[in-house]
Every structure is written in C-alpha cells, then in structure tokens.
C-alpha cells in the first residue's frame, strides 16, 4: 500500500501558464470523479483569480466541482502559518511558537535560513498527500501549482538543501520523509512549456536536473499551442511567395472587404507560417527528451473557468 | 566621464524637468529616446514578472544607449543561452565584458552575468580581514546563505548594481532583475537582509559570545530550546559560529543596502516596468507601479511587450470570418484568403483582449507612461534583433 496519495508537481517557466495547467489538471482529475487538493506555495493567489474567487487563506476549501462529481479544493501554503502549525502539531510549542514570533525567528526560519522555507512548503503538501480519513487518503489528488522550472530540482530536493546545515534532529527526519514521498512511484513532476526557443531549453535543462536527483519526470506539457490554420498549398504559396497580392486583393474585394487589406493578411499569413516553423523545430526538440508530450491549445479568448473545463479534457491521458 | 557618478545619490543635484525629459509624443507614451538622451539617466531598472522579455528588454535599451553614444554597462542575471552569446557572455566571471559589434560614435557597451555567490563573497572579502573571511567562507550557514537564500540574489543583484555604479567607469548602467517568485522581491531584499542581520534574534545568537546573563529571560529559554528541538544542537552553533565571525559586518551591510536603497530612489535612476499582455503579468505590473510610487522610487513607465498587433484592423474578426465562410471552396486564390482572414480573426480577437488589459491599466494609472512592442515571429538572439526591439520600443520601426 502507497504511503501517499497521486501527487502531481506542475512546473514551467514564468509566462508558459504553470497555474493554467496546474488548475486544468485538477478540473480533469474532478471530472474523472475524484476529490483533489490543488495547492500554491508562492503567494501569488493565482488559483483565487484563474477561478474567480476571493484569496485563499491558509485552509483548504472547496472551490469547484468537477462533471464528474469529484470536487476540487486549495490551499495557499504560506510558510509562516506553515510552520507554526508545525510547531504545534508535532511539538505541541503552543506558547515557544510564540515566544519564537516575538524574536523575530519565525520571519527568520521562513526568509533566511536556507531550506527551510522549502521544507516548510513541500512539508504541508507532504502532510496533505499523506493525511488518511479511515483507511483512505483524503485526496485522491494533491496537485502543486509549483515554483518555477529553473528552482524546482532544488525545491523539491529539500534534504540536499538542509542536509548541509541539520545532519540529526526532526527538520533533518522531516527533510527525509519528504524526499522519499518525491520519489516514489505515486509522485510525477510535470513540466510546462510554450514552444519557444528559452522555455524549451529550460525543459531540456530541467528534465536533466529532475533526472540527477532521482526525481520523477511525468509529461511535458505544450501550452499556448498555436493550431495550424493554414493548408499545405497556401503554406507552400506563402513560402514561396507565389500568393500574390492581386489575387487575393481581388478575392476580398468578391466577400466584400476592403482589398487594401491584402498586404496586411499576406504578411499575417508569413508570420503566421514563421511561428509554425518555430514550434514545429522546438516540439522536435523535445520530443527527442523521451517524456510523453501533451498539447494543450492557445485559446484566443484568455483562459476562464469555462476554457479550465476545455483544457482538462485534454489532460485526461495524464495518469 | 562628469565624475559625477562618484558622488552620493542624496548629494546629487534636484532634477528640474520631469523623467526623460520634455515629451513630444502625445501624453500617456513612453518615450525611450529621451531617457536614453537625458545625460542625468544614469540607472535604467527593469522589473516585472517572469517571462515578460525583462532581459531581452534591458539588452535592447542597453544596446540602443551604446549606439547614441553613451557609456553603458549591462548587468543580467539569467539571460537566454543564444542571447547571452550574442553579447559575448559566455563566461560568468562576475566581471563587465565589452559588446562586440555594438560601439559606435564614442559609446561603448559593456555586458555582465551576475554571480551571486561571487558578488557575495567578494563582500565578504572587502569588509573583513583574510583570517576572518576564510572563516566566514568556509561556515556551512554561509554556505548556504549565499548559495540559496530566497533574497540572495535580489539582495546582489542590488549590491553589484551599486558596485559598478560606484566605480564611475559608466554613464548609464541597465539592470535586469532577477525572475523572483514576487518581482518585488528585490526591492525588499537590502532591507529584510540587513534589518535580519541586526534584528532581535541575531542579538539572541549573539548573547552567549556577550555576556549571556543579560538576556537569560524565560523568553530566552523556551526560544533555544525550541531551535535545538527543531533544528538539532548543530545548526545552533554554525548559526552562532556565523553570526558571532560576521559581526564585525554587520554595520558595513546595513551601510550598503541603505546606500543601495538611495540609489534606487535617486534622480538618476529611472524603473522600467516591463510586462506582456495577459492578466497575471499585467497585475503584477500594476502592483509594481503603485509598490514604486509607495517606495518613491522614479518610475519612468511601462513596456507591454509581445502585443498583437495587425495591420489590416479595418476588418473586424466578425466580418473575417464570415468572409472566410463565403471564400472557402472557391478558387485557389479564394481558398487562400480565406485561410488568411481566419488568421486575422484569430489576431484581432488576440488584439481585443490584450487591448482590454491594456485599458484597465491605463485607467488605473493614468499618469504611467507606457509603449507596447509589437510580438515578433521569432526569438531574439543577436544584436540586429535587439536593435530591432530598440526601435519598437522607441517607436522608430
């Protein structure tokens, strides 16, 4: 029996929409019937905005349900709030947590000490993913809107962080724990990316990061994926410059709209085919890594709740 | 070379005219080109969230100063591979290298990766004597401090910053921020890293190697044994070990990062806030506008990058498509424009919102001058490209 429930680390570069995904991938999961943790751990209350709901406090409540009635709630970790709690439930230091407060050490623990703000973070999701009501986990899920691509490898590899500074004591064993959760068979760190050029070497960099640490890659996930609207024989048109304006000039002025326009729509249609060529080039590139891809689409209106539900039918194939 | 960047932020002369100086572009723009030309420009910062195009934004406006002549230095803290390598960085030494293809009529452009852990130690190293910095250097607590503390690099980017200003070689020098959690985080990093290092619990680490019976409270007790309870015996005594060996810094750190502080707050000084049209980016950057002008920091305005723009905004999306309806399965050339027109509809609905999220920010600030730099259809990874985003952002293209 697993000693954790499904635990998904969602990763990305900042802008490839990490929290669109993160929140599409908890949408599917309810879709599927199952109750999931959705949680945050940058303070940014991105979750409270993607579903249009005041700011999270720390405390998990209920923000969603899925088709398929399983039910989404979120939690905004925050580290303060994380370690008193801490302190209270396996050192029972009501009035030193306290006192701790007063000397400035909980600003200290949660801002300077090394590691431990992030044994403090991960520790929470660790407790979430852990916590049992009977013989079952709570959660079927626990998803983390996590920090991200360039400083996920060291977030999540806590005990190598606090393994210079505590060799003995709890925030060493706590450390410990953690990272064993990390690596087993019921966790998966999935990255996000668009398909540019700097996100995708960042992919590239942090899969092999991920890698070295024993950490557990899941899917690649293309976000923002411009579909192609263009056939092959107006692609071939446009690369070929053989689209002449005339032609098409005289095609608008037919459905009735202005011809000047047809300058503008040929050199739409070039840069159009100029992005294509780019993320076509860069999903080879990461197809080459090895990890399942999974493409989720640029939806021209923004993301809302009603795009979350389009976007989570596509990420059903993830486990 | 005035020799005036030698002299002390506070101590600089008032600044007449407003940022940039006189505006002949309409009201509400952004005008590059006269904060570059304005000679009392002498810091140009770049904040905004993650992946707005910060660095590629503040090599270009680095670039575009070099090229009217000026004397500039660039300092990036994580810049993409390709970029980094157009510029001649391929090295992170910690120390400004000249641009290669990118001096001309006097000017000259210099570039730097940062590294934090350098810049740290070399601190370190300027304010103690050698026993005393090996020691520090060698403390597993500082070990880690500088290698991974959540300001660190915020808190270094801010110290180098003030080091090569300091140093008068440069006229105007282009900071790029470091991609924080909050893109706040660097503004908070000098003051949270020195009001910590003389904060109450760093005296607590203190008072053993002080005269312990002064501060052998009840508080005192209940807090050391909670740390040892927690942390374990050892890293009490590193942090102690620590605490007690930088002592003697702590009044020099605290010096810098209030003089770091005035320089951000100078007349010289000018933030970029740097943002791309979606939501998450654009409140950031309004939480950044209104964080500057609580700081009285000298905003100079806003860069949108990566906009949607068409040059055929004559046809509405409603219309393209249906046009498009009645164009396909027709001729070739009519099966074209169609196709084409479906791409325009696609951009002008693209467009619409990002020009929605533009608006709500203009009527929330009103007074914050903004440009916004069309999308390119590629990455940006040599000096022709960064000139091209120049002349976007001066609206010269």
């Known amino acids: ?319 | 070379m005035t020799g005036k960047a030698q002299t002390a932020p506070s101590a600089r002369k008032a600044r007449t005219s407003p940022r940039g100086g006189t505006r002949t572009t309409s009201p509400g723009d952004l005008d590059i080109d006269a904060l570059l030309d304005d000679p009392t420009t002498e810091i140009i910062v770049c904040c905004g969230s993650g992946g707005v195009g910060k660095t590629t934004t503040a090599a270009a406006v680095a670039l575009r100063a070099a090229e009217k002549g000026r004397t500039v230095c660039v300092l990036t803290i994580d810049p993409a591979r390709r970029l980094a390598q157009s510029m001649g960085l391929t090295e992170l030494d910690n120390t400004p290298r000249p641009v290669q293809g990118a001096a001309v009529d006097g000017g000259s452009l210099d570039a730097m990766m940062l590294d934090m852990k350098r810049t740290f130690d070399e601190v370190v190293e300027q304010h103690a004597t050698p026993e005393k910095a090996a020691q520090i250097l060698a403390n597993p607590f500082y070990v880690a401090l500088s290698s991974s503390f959540a300001g660190t690099q915020e808190y270094m980017a801010m110290e180098k910053l003030g080091q090569l200003h300091a140093t008068g070689t440069w006229d105007l020098i282009v900071v790029d921020t470091p991609p924080s959690r909050s893109a706040l985080d660097f503004l908070d990093a000098p003051d949270r890293l020195s009001s910590m290092l003389d904060g109450r619990f760093i005296k607590l680490l203190l008072a053993p190697a002080k005269g312990p019976a002064r501060l052998l409270s009840a508080g005192f007790g209940i807090v050391t044994s909670a740390l040892n309870k927690v942390l374990g015996a050892q890293v009490l005594t590193d942090m102690q070990t620590f605490v007690a060996a930088f002592d003697t810094l702590f009044g020099g750190f605290r010096q810098r990062a209030e003089g770091t502080y005035a320089l951000l707050q100078a007349d010289g000084t000018a933030f970029l806030v740097v943002a791309a049209p979606e939501p998450a980016a654009m409140r950031e950057a309004s939480y950044f506008v209104e964080r500057l002008a609580g700081e009285n920091m000298p905003l100079a305005g806003l860069v949108v990058n990566r906009v949607h723009e068409t040059g055929a905004d004559g046809i509405t999306a409603v219309d393209a498509e249906s046009a498009a309806h009645k164009l396909s399965g027709g001729t070739t050339a009519a099966g074209a424009t169609a196709e084409l027109l479906a791409i325009h509809a696609d951009r002008m609905r693209v467009a619409a919102r990002e020009s929605r999220l533009k608006k709500r920010f203009t009527a929330a600030h009103p007074a914050v001058p903004t440009v916004t730099v069309a999308a390119l259809a590629g990455d940006v990874h040599d000096l022709e490209g960064l000139r091209l985003i120049g002349d976007l952002l001066a609206q010269k293209a």
């Open chain 1, 1 to 319: 029996m697993a000693l954790s429930t499904q635990l998904h680390v969602v990763t990305g570069k900042g802008g490839t929409g990490k929290t669109t995904v993160a929140a599409a991938l908890a949408m599917s999961l309810a879709g599927q019937g199952k109750k999931v943790l959705l949680c945050e751990v940058e303070g940014r209350q991105g979750i409270a905005q993607l579903f249009d709901v005041p700011p999270l406090p720390y405390e998990e409540r209920r923000i969603a349900v899925g088709l398929g009635g399983g039910e989404v709630f979120a939690l905004a970790i925050d580290p303060e709030a994380a370690l008193l709690e801490y302190l209270a439930m396996y050192y029972r230091l009501g009035r030193a947590g306290k006192a701790l407060d007063k000397f400035g050490i909980i600003d200290f623990a949660t801002t300077i000490a090394p590691g431990v703000r992030d044994v403090l973070l991960t520790g929470k999701v660790y407790e979430a993913a852990r916590r049992k009501d009977g013989n079952r986990f709570t959660y079927d899920a626990v998803i983390m809107d996590a920090p991200p691509t360039g400083r996920i490898t060291r977030f999540l590899n806590v005990n190598a962080e606090v393994a210079g500074l505590a060799k003995v004591g709890p925030i060493r064993r706590q450390a410990d724990s953690i990272m064993e959760m990390m690596r087993s068979a019921q966790t998966w760190v999935h990255l996000v990316t668009v398909l540019e050029e700097m996100p995708v070497q960042e992919t590239i960099d942090g899969i092999a990061e991920l890698t070295s640490a024993r950490l557990p890659v899941g899917h690649v996930i293309l976000n923002l994926v411009r579909p192609p609207v263009l056939t092959a024989s107006t692609r071939d048109a446009l690369a070929a410059g053989s689209l002449k304006t005339a032609s098409v000039a005289k095609a608008l002025a037919g459905a009735g709209l202005d011809e000047a326009a047809a300058p503008a729509l040929i050199a739409g249609g070039a840069a159009h085919l100029e992005r294509q060529r780019l993320q076509d080039s860069q999903r080879e590139i990461l197809d080459a890594c090895g990890r399942p891809l999974v493409e989720l689409p640029l939806l021209t209106d923004g993301v809302d709740l009603g795009a979350l539900f389009e976007l989570a039918e596509r990420l059903e194939a993830l486990p």
